[in-house]
């Protein structure tokens, strides 16, 4: 099994509707990341959760929420969704040293919104 | 101006070439210097990574970093056609919670 598993891997909606991504890894880790990624603007961060407690907005956080129901699992929802947030979404993890030795990510959910 | 500035390419190269990828950046505090690898439809995966000024060498693999210059690189030899995929540099420095990452340079080896 993958340390860092996302579902769907693909998923198409309709405007309006809402949409829950889910992450869940076996790595141990505390620290949990989403980012989106869109061609030419490389992976930008949505929000960020350093243990359970903990939730924080990342850059482009407008239009999305998260729950961190445990070590180990951290949903991103979509409560609305628009078109403009077709995109791919990764799940990332670290330790404590994350940002010095690196993430690990999983495989990604491509998401269309029609 | 952002913080990592990366050549988004794409690049394409002849199998068996040598392959340059570069990014710069602005921030003197950054320390801490990665490469990642994402092929299509995948996650990126941690390929190399460096800590402060100089050379790491893994296989084919070798990253260089200029910090004077605020210079980062990624050599490619003999490269096959199984590294084509979009690298992306990332960085932090002490006191960052967080990476920066570089928008990722799209990769094609022809055969």
């Known amino acids: 099994d993958a340390d860092v598993t996302q579902t769907p891997r693909n998923r198409i909606t309709k405007t309006g509707k809402r949409i829950m991504l889910e992450c869940s890894q076996t790595?141990?880790?505390?620290?949990m990341y989403w980012y989106r990624q869109d061609p030419g603007l490389g992976l930008r961060l949505i929000y960020y959760s350093f243990d359970v407690k903990d939730i924080n907005k990342g850059e482009i956080s407008d239009g999305y929420s998260v729950s961190r129901q445990a070590q180990a699992k951290f949903s991103l929802s979509l409560e609305s969704a628009i078109p403009n947030q077709t995109a791919l979404y990764f799940c990332?993890?670290?330790?404590?040293?994350?940002?010095?030795?690196?993430?690990?990510f999983g495989s990604g959910t491509r998401l269309t919104v029609v | 101006q952002k913080e990592v500035e990366q050549d988004p390419g794409p690049l394409s190269v002849p199998e068996g070439a040598i392959v340059s990828l570069n990014c710069t950046y602005s921030?003197?505090?950054?320390?801490?210097f990665m490469w990642y690898r994402q092929y299509s439809r995948k996650g990126p995966e941690l390929l190399m990574y460096?800590?402060?000024?100089g050379n790491k060498e893994d296989g084919r693999f070798t990253a260089q970093v200029d910090k004077s210059s605020k210079y980062i690189s990624l050599f490619i030899r003999d490269s096959q056609p199984s590294d084509s995929a979009t690298y992306l540099c990332a960085m932090s420095g002490f006191g960052n919670e967080k990476l920066t990452f570089g928008t990722g340079t799209r990769l094609t080896i022809i055969p």
């Open positions: 460096t800590y402060s000024s």
């Open positions: 921030n003197s505090a950054f320390q801490y």
């Open positions: 790595k141990g880790h505390d620290r």
């Open positions: 990332a993890t670290s330790d404590l040293d994350g940002a010095n030795y690196g993430y690990t």
